[in-house]
């Protein structure tokens, strides 16, 4: 059975750091990619990160760029997502997404197959 499971969010002020973690089943951990994705309140679902299977190639949206890491843990099959110097605006439920085979994009929703329940992310000013 295919499963993601996040673990490590929760209430943090502003200027402070998190560390999420997504842990998988073997079938997705040797997918191609793993992303981290987050929503806030009546928005859409954003992509954070991406991080590739080797894990040399890390992707990351502008807003986030020099906050947080991506990263694997190949011994314990998990995705972590380092985020330091949070704000208010990185509040939202933060998913972690996997999929299986190869596909040139990453960013988007659409090019991921499998979703963690989401753990959220709040960050007070």
């Known amino acids: 059975q295919v499963q993601l499971v996040e673990s490590g969010g929760g209430l943090v002020q502003a200027g402070g750091s998190l560390r999420l973690s997504c842990a998988a089943s073997?079938?997705?951990?040797?997918?191609?990619?793993r992303g981290w994705f987050r929503q806030a309140p009546g928005k859409e679902r954003d992509f954070v990160a991406a991080?590739?299977?080797?894990?040399?190639?890390?992707y990351y949206a502008d807003s986030i760029k020099g906050r947080f890491t991506i990263s694997r843990d190949y011994a314990k099959n998990t995705v972590n997502l380092q985020m330091n110097s949070l704000k208010p605006e990185d509040t939202g439920v933060y998913y972690c997404a996997g999929r299986l085979g190869y596909r040139s994009s990453w960013s988007s929703p659409k090019d991921y197959d499998y979703w963690g329940q989401g753990t959220q992310v709040t960050v007070s000013s």
């Open positions: 073997e079938r997705i951990f040797s997918g191609d990619m």
């Open positions: 991080i590739a299977r080797s894990g040399g190639n890390t």
